[in-house]
């Protein structure tokens, strides 16, 4: 089949599912398919304005996408439970409902509600468009779309090849867990779109050493913690990368780098304490004074008991009791993380989905790690791209692992990996397709040279 038939055939198939998705959405309420015309536009329209010579094939590449958003969308639509569609979608929308009923009517205030800046998000576009609107999906489904084109740009500036790039962005665009909270009322898939427009811009004050890229990215990546605080790992990965290589380079460089440099090191340690003040509970209600004790074995177990609860619980009294412990267990909890559900954690026909997600991520894992084995035989600008992509992985994968006790949370937090680990494990990925299966992607031209290897 030419490429022209196929480009053909998705868009047939696109205004087909437009037609029936807009008539179901039609018949419960006329704002939410309005709105759902305009978020198609959007996204269509974005693609269409970009600026590359390969925007059919990307087109190609989104269009089956989301396709399958409206397929899953109308499933939802019609109150069917999608996997992971559950407690924390339907808490989500609650607080939201909460927050728009109080603003609308100018009710008393009660401090005690969940202080859920992503309910409040959802609160604000209800007050617009009713409790009942879809934006919030919608929104979603565009967010994600934006994430798969920023995750090419991610892969392009790193690597200047296009077979890369727009791998990476079919692996993310498809991957299981991205698809489906792209049609749930939650935080993830806005969280994930904010921090991989931080990644975009954290490459590109590595390669070009330009504060301009270095302020939006601390602007962007703060966005991201209102969104889901957890998010807050990133920033001290940030800071940690921010000392090791900023100082470092002090010894080698000019005068005038070294005042930005050490400016850099002031706005990062600034900023990292600005956000732990505002999120002082990180993990639980600490005291800010008090912050040491998250890291006491009493603490630890004390969140470890909360989080392994429910039908998908693992580890559950796999507890450290000294930090000799600790340290013996992380492995084990990392693994689970990533991994899990492991085949006797099965339990219905939805786990299978989270089955297929776990062998995603080693598959990307294996990949990621084999980058990191040919590290000597990278340019230097590479190799300060794998050390902070690294960087960032260990501490989202340990703080996570020990965060975490139940394969639905793992499964939802394990998504923020992704914006780091896509683009780098593709560069593999391609190079192993076309060494052991001959695999090209004939549909671009792949212009340009893979600078990792220069």
């Not at 309005?34 to 970009?50: D, E, K, N, P, Q």
């Not at 690597?159 to 489906?180: D, K, Q, R």
């Not at 090791?244 to 440099?261: A, G």
Request: charged fraction near 15%; proline fraction near 3%.
């Amino acid at each position: 089949m030419t490429k022209s038939k196929i480009i053909r055939y998705t868009k047939f198939l696109l205004l087909i599912t437009i037609g029936i998705t807009a008539n179901t959405i039609m018949h419960k309420s006329f704002i939410n398919f309005t709105l759902f015309l305009v978020s198609i536009f959007i996204v269509l329209g974005t693609i269409l304005l970009i600026k590359t010579k390969e925007k059919q094939v990307l087109l190609m590449i989104v269009v089956p996408g989301i396709l399958l958003r409206l397929f899953l969308l109308q499933l939802e639509t019609a109150g069917i439970i999608l996997p992971g569609g559950g407690s924390d979608a339907i808490m989500f929308k609650k607080i939201a409902d909460y927050y728009a009923n109080i603003w609308t009517h100018k009710l008393i205030f009660i401090s005690s509600a969940p202080n859920y800046y992503y309910s409040k998000f959802i609160a604000v576009i209800e007050m617009l468009f009713g409790t009942e609107t879809l934006m919030p999906v919608l929104i979603n489904i565009i967010c994600s779309t934006l994430t798969a084109y920023i995750i090419y740009k991610i892969t392009m500036m790193i690597f200047h090849n296009n077979e890369i790039s727009f791998t990476a962005s079919l692996i993310f665009y498809y991957f299981p867990s991205i698809i489906l909270y792209s049609v749930l009322t939650l935080r993830e898939t806005v969280t994930i779109f904010l921090l991989s427009l931080f990644f975009l811009l954290s490459i590109a004050f590595i390669k070009y050493k330009n504060l301009e890229y270095f302020l939006p990215a601390i602007g962007i990546l703060y966005l991201a913690n209102l969104f889901d605080n957890v998010t807050i790992i990133v920033d001290f990965s940030f800071f940690i990368w921010i000392i090791i290589f900023m100082l470092y380079k002090l010894i080698k460089i000019s005068l005038k780098e070294k005042i930005i440099s050490v400016l850099i090191v002031s706005i990062s340690f600034v900023a990292f304490v600005a956000m732990i003040r505002k999120y002082p509970i990180i993990l639980g209600k600490i005291p800010y004074k008090n912050i040491s004790s998250l890291f006491s074995i009493h603490y630890i177990t004390m969140k470890l008991n909360v989080a392994a609860r429910g039908k998908t619980a693992y580890l559950v009294n796999f507890l450290p009791h000294s930090y000799l412990s600790f340290i013996l267990q992380t492995p084990i909890r990392m693994l689970y993380f990533l991994f899990s559900p492991f085949l006797w954690q099965l339990h219905s026909l939805k786990d299978m989905v989270g089955l297929f997600d776990s062998i995603m991520y080693l598959v990307l894992i294996l990949s990621f790690v084999l980058e990191m084995k040919n590290f000597k035989k990278f340019n230097n600008k590479y190799k300060e791209i794998l050390i902070f992509s690294a960087i960032l992985l260990f501490f989202m994968i340990f703080f996570f692992a020990w965060g975490v006790s139940n394969t639905g949370t793992a499964l939802r937090h394990r998504t923020f990996l992704l914006f780091v680990l896509i683009p780098v494990a593709t560069h593999n990925l391609v190079n192993v397709a076309n060494k052991i299966f001959k695999f090209k992607l004939k549909l671009i031209s792949n212009k340009g040279c893979d600078i990792a290897n220069v």
